[in-house]
């Protein structure tokens, strides 16, 4: 949700044309979060002045707006701070006033873009009020701006631009990532991250001397170690940022030029570089008007580690692009033969029948002793929990429960030391996963993160995990990282039941039908040209649809109805058949269409007598069975899949209902990378 993109240049020439360019392309990158106003604010004549340009709608309309009203597009910059901003409303109207950057006062003395939602900002407002400031805006992020300035004015400007900042955050509660610029401190851009991501690429002419920065602590005083004061910066810090960038300020070699992209997503800088660092919570990351960055902890020594390491990103361009495909989405349905092989290769020893997990492999005793385990996920991530729940106890004989992140903090649930807590996201920084992970880390409990993002919240904080491999998914609805998801716990299950004799013969099965299940899914995907058939000639005009399924089909049925209804904004609903009779048969009559998952395992009588249920009560069933099922009706409709191993299974019946979620989608003339209301990664509760 929302997306932060700052560009910064030093000793280097750049038009403004050029920064614009920058920052609208880097904003565009991240459209996929979810928004609804775009905005940004660039230099003016000179880097005491602060432009704002905000619009309502998409980047484009943005583009529009700063090709109409900017002026002067050849001036040039040796130096610059520029930022850009996503917004997805939570406090007021999409409006361009309560669109990003918000300033402090009409003169931009400080200006903020923000990721987050600040909770306590009524009290900070009412208490600002009270001092005679007047606002502007309905956001919460106003007040930050406001706050900056009146510290910086109480102070009467005896702070530096990051003591301002650590001040503001020392006031502040709740989830942020910010980017802060000022026409006090000419040059100068400041980020600071508390529960939203945020990470800094770094781009120079010579290549990088080291692979860190160190991370300068609070003093016992209170104050920070800043330019300012300078003297107390311990000395390796001092070499360490020289060293870096070739900036020795000891000697007369000239400084050489170094750009740096702040951005709440990988996908915003890997076209600029792939050198990057992650901001952890409570970071605060000072860029000087020597082109030295900085980075600052809020409080004295918290026991976080004392540097941060320069990570190179594996993302690719290419990758991030649409390529042939009209739509991000349906290149991402299309990809998952590869997904499904990178998410397996290297982990899966198919002579052998093995599954080595290396990010599990020195806790796998641990995990095989504990008490229970905890799936705790959101949306389409809890989806693939509940299709590999049935094969985790079957495999390893441990209690499993599942449970919505939002719906565990409601609770409190109780967590103990022997329990082992899994928690599964795509992005890693899903907000309520993360508060979920931490108030079990907080009681002891080992936790296990599954996520498709290095370098994310997740990834960094859980004691162990795996990572999924799907490569980037920017389309909203998540296809492929569900089937990667689903495999990921699937090989878990494997690799922790290597202790057990008795399912020998299981697993053999299983990892057998993981050799062939690339290929399997190929032919899966054949059926899209039936899928566009069966929305535009049945589907695209009706109301509402069902979606029934029992055992181990239960998810897919969730998940299928999850993808139509947050695509084609029809009403849809996944029921487990086994509770057809307890209410949703009510719904059943001829103008009801009727998904029914019928694939051939232990379950498969007992759907053939939901399919009766519903054929008895004029209901229009459209069944997805195996391609060798002879049984179906020829009367009633049928979708035909491969067959493999149950517990896969579910795998090949998703991609189906994949297709025709998109293809309804398209009917509906909606947009289907970008569904109205809904953001890819939803960062905050």
Excluded at 107 to 135: A, D, P, Q, W
Excluded at 272 to 286: G, N, P, Q, S, W
Aim: hydrophobic content about 40%.
């Amino acid at each position: 949700m929302c997306g932060i993109f700052a560009y910064l240049s030093y000793f280097s020439e750049n038009t403004r044309r050029q920064i614009l360019d920058t920052l609208i392309g880097g904003i565009a990158r991240m459209e996929y979060r979810g928004y609804d106003s775009a905005g940004l604010a660039i230099s003016g004549e000179s880097e005491s002045e602060i432009l704002v340009y905000k619009q309502v709608g998409k980047v484009a309309a943005l583009r529009e707006l700063v090709n109409n009203e900017a002026t002067d597009f050849d001036k040039k910059y040796t130096a610059q701070t520029s930022m850009a901003h996503t917004r997805w409303a939570t406090h007021g109207q999409p409006t361009t006033y309560n669109s990003h950057p918000h300033r402090s006062d009409a003169n931009n003395e400080f200006t903020v873009v923000h990721n987050g939602i600040i909770t306590n900002y009524k009290e900070i407002r009412i208490l600002l009020e009270k001092k005679g400031i007047r606002f502007e805006t309905e956001t919460d992020t106003e007040v930050v701006a406001k706050l900056a300035k009146y510290i910086y004015d109480s102070q009467r400007g005896k702070l530096n631009f990051v003591e301002v900042i650590k001040a503001v955050c020392k006031e502040i509660e709740g989830a942020f990532a910010f980017a802060f610029k000022s026409t006090h401190f000419p040059g100068e851009l400041v980020g600071a991250r508390r529960g939203s991501p945020l990470l800094i690429g770094i781009k120079t002419t010579n290549k990088l001397d080291i692979d860190y920065f160190d991370v300068e602590f609070a003093d016992e005083l209170g104050e920070s170690n800043t330019i300012a004061n300078m003297e107390k910066v311990p000395a390796y810090a001092k070499r360490a940022q020289s060293k870096s960038f070739g900036n020795d300020t000891s000697s007369s070699t000239q400084q050489q030029p170094v750009e740096y992209f702040l951005a709440s997503d990988p996908a915003a800088i890997v076209e600029h570089t792939k050198k990057v660092l992650y901001l952890e919570d409570d970071d605060i990351a000072h860029f000087s008007p020597t082109g030295d960055l900085r980075i600052h902890r809020l409080r004295r020594d918290d026991g976080m580690s004392s540097f941060r390491s320069i990570m190179t990103l594996e993302l690719e361009l290419a990758e991030i692009m649409k390529g042939s495909f009209p739509h991000f989405m349906l290149k991402e349905i299309y990809e998952q033969p590869e997904s499904v092989i990178n998410t397996i290769r290297g982990r899966v020893d198919f002579d052998n029948h093995r599954v080595i997990l290396g990010g599990l492999r020195n806790y796998l005793s641990s995990i095989r002793r504990c008490r229970r385990i905890v799936f705790i996920a959101c949306g389409t991530s809890y989806h693939s929990c509940i299709a590999t729940r049935a094969i985790f106890e079957e495999l390893t004989e441990i209690p499993v429960s599942i449970d919505l992140a939002s719906d565990f903090l409601d609770r409190r649930c109780p967590i103990f030391r022997d329990d082992v807590c899994i928690f599964v996201s795509q992005s890693g920084e899903t907000a309520d996963t993360i508060l979920a992970m931490r108030y079990c880390l907080e009681r002891g409990a080992l936790c296990v993160g599954v996520t498709n993002t290095v370098g994310s919240t997740i990834s960094r904080e859980t004691h162990c995990g795996v990572h999924i491999n799907a490569g980037p998914e920017i389309g909203v609805a998540s296809t492929k990282a569900y089937t990667s998801q689903y495999l990921a716990l699937v090989m878990m299950a494997l690799q922790l039941s290597e202790d057990r004799i008795s399912m020998l013969e299981r697993r053999r099965e299983i990892i057998d039908g993981l050799r062939e299940l690339p290929e399997l899914v190929k032919r899966v995907l054949k059926l899209d040209s039936e899928m566009e058939q069966l929305a535009e000639n049945v589907l695209h005009k009706e109301k509402s649809l069902l979606i029934l399924a029992r055992g181990l089909q239960n998810a897919t049925c969730l998940e299928g109805a999850l993808k139509i209804k947050e695509l084609s904004y029809m009403h849809s609903e996944g029921i487990f058949a086994g509770e057809l009779k307890h209410g949703p048969l009510a719904l059943i009559d001829e103008n009801m269409p009727v998904i029914l998952i019928m694939t051939k395992d232990t379950h498969y009588p007992k759907v053939r007598s939901a399919l009766q249920q519903v054929t008895a009560r004029k209901g229009r069933p459209i069944v997805i069975c195996n391609e060798e099922d002879t049984s179906i009706s020829e009367v009633d409709r049928t979708i035909r899949v491969p067959s493999t191993v149950d517990c896969l299974m579910g795998i090949l019946t998703i991609i189906p209902l994949q297709l025709l979620s998109y293809h309804l989608a398209v009917k509906k003339g909606v947009d289907v990378d970008f569904p109205r209301n809904l953001a890819k990664s939803v960062t905050v509760e």
